[in-house]
Every structure is written in structure tokens, then in C-alpha cells.
């Protein structure tokens, strides 16, 4: 199976600030990685797929990179909204792995 | 609009069956895939197996032999059972839209394993 280790685990931050997100993949694969974000009781939102694609309806601050085996997810801008979790996920190939999850706080 | 609701029981007692049924909305099951994903408590995100758009299932080889995902298109279900539970199966469970790997996601449901 493929690992995807994501860091930092949990975050503190303010609004306004620039946040930064990363997810490494054990192996290559491709772009086939997603990013979500989570609230407590509600269903994961998709953020950004195939790595670098902002999912309609998401705002532009969001926006994601790779190169290699590395991902990152950025919030340029953070807004009290924002605060949540976020997790990635490979679906390169099955099964699908998850990164550990990264709990965004406000300082 | 896309929605997927799961739905089951809260409570399953230790060695028996999980009967869990995603019911979608939005979407044909003949066009995309539907994944089953679970969070058990305290543990990170596992993929469970899928449903494809076209009947074939996979699943995830650490929970294969305990679990099996099936499918009514007329009624737009998606379904899993798992047998065997124990305590660690204790969790969150969802059922998600394969589209991009992975659009859409239920809101979940809590199972507890007890007796």
C-alpha cells in the first residue's frame, strides 16, 4: 500500500496568515492526489483534486501544488471559516491511503 | 444535487454482522463508483473497498475476508456488510462518490461495537 505522511499534525494559526499544508507520498503517483477539508459533524468537503484542481465553489485562496512525491495544500489567506481539518488522499491506486489528518487552529 | 446518506445500526455487538446501506441521490450508481471508507475511533481514515459503476467490487485486502459491498441500482443502494466485529471496529463509517477520486462523501455514521 501506498504511505501518505502528512505534517504538520495540528496547526496554529492567524487570520490572515499564509498556511501550508503537506502530504508525502511513499512512491509516485502522478497528481492522483486529493485534498479535503472537515468540520466537526459534517461530511468531508473536497477542496482541490488531481493535485493542483480547485473544486467549483471552493474559494480561490485555497490551492494546491506538488512536485514529486510531495503535496502541499496552501490557504493564502486564512479566514475564520477556515478553521477545520484537512486530510489528503491518494487514489492513485487501490487501496486508497489517507494522510494522517492536520487539525487547523486559530492562535 | 449529489448526496449520499449512510444508514445502520449504532450498535453491533461483538462477533456479529455490520449491515450498513449508503442510499445516493444526484447520480446514477451505473455512472460513477461508490467507496466505503471508515474512521475508526481515535485512528486515521482507511479505505474499506468500492463499488463500481459497472458491479465490480475491491476491496481493501486487510479487511477482505470480513467484508462484502453489494448494490440495488432500482432502489439507488450501495451496501456493506462486515462480519465478525470486534471493539476496533468501533467508528465512524462513510460512503463517498468516486468521481475524482472521491467528490461527494455522506455525512457518516457512528457504529459502536459492544456488548
Known amino acids: 500500500d501506498i504511505q501518505v505522511t502528512q505534517s504538520p499534525s495540528s496547526l496554529l494559526a492567524s487570520l490572515g496568515e499564509r498556511v501550508t499544508i503537506t502530504c508525502q507520498t511513499s512512491?509516485?503517483?502522478?497528481?492522483?492526489l486529493n485534498w479535503y477539508q472537515q468540520k466537526p459533524g459534517q461530511a468531508p468537503m473536497l477542496l482541490i483534486y488531481y493535485a493542483t484542481s480547485l473544486q467549483t465553489g471552493v474559494p480561490s485562496r485555497f490551492s494546491g501544488q506538488f512536485s514529486g512525491r510531495s503535496f502541499t495544500l496552501t490557504i493564502t489567506s486564512l479566514e475564520p471559516e477556515d478553521i477545520a481539518n484537512y486530510f489528503c488522499l491518494q487514489h492513485y491506486s487501490a487501496p486508497q491511503t489517507f494522510g494522517g489528518g492536520t487539525k487547523l487552529e486559530l492562535k | 444535487q449529489v448526496q449520499l446518506t449512510e444508514s445502520g445500526p449504532g450498535l453491533v455487538h461483538p462477533s456479529e454482522t455490520l449491515s450498513l446501506t449508503c442510499t445516493v441521490s444526484?447520480?446514477?450508481?451505473?455512472?460513477?463508483?461508490v467507496y466505503w471508507v471508515r474512521q475508526p475511533s481515535g485512528k486515521g481514515l482507511e479505505w474499506m473497498g468500492r463499488m463500481r459503476y459497472n458491479g465490480d467490487t475491491s476491496y481493501n485486502s486487510a479487511l477482505k475476508s470480513r467484508l462484502s459491498i453489494s448494490r440495488d441500482t432500482s432502489k439507488n443502494q450501495v451496501f456493506l456488510k462486515m462480519n465478525s466485529l470486534q471493539t476496533d471496529d468501533t467508528g465512524t463509517y462513510y460512503c463517498?462518490?468516486?468521481?475524482?477520486?472521491?467528490?461527494?462523501w455522506g455525512q457518516g455514521v457512528m457504529v459502536t461495537v459492544s456488548s
Open positions: 463517498t462518490r468516486g468521481g475524482m477520486g472521491g467528490d461527494y
Open positions: 444526484g447520480f446514477s450508481l451505473t455512472g460513477y463508483s
Open positions: 512512491q509516485s503517483i502522478s497528481n492522483n
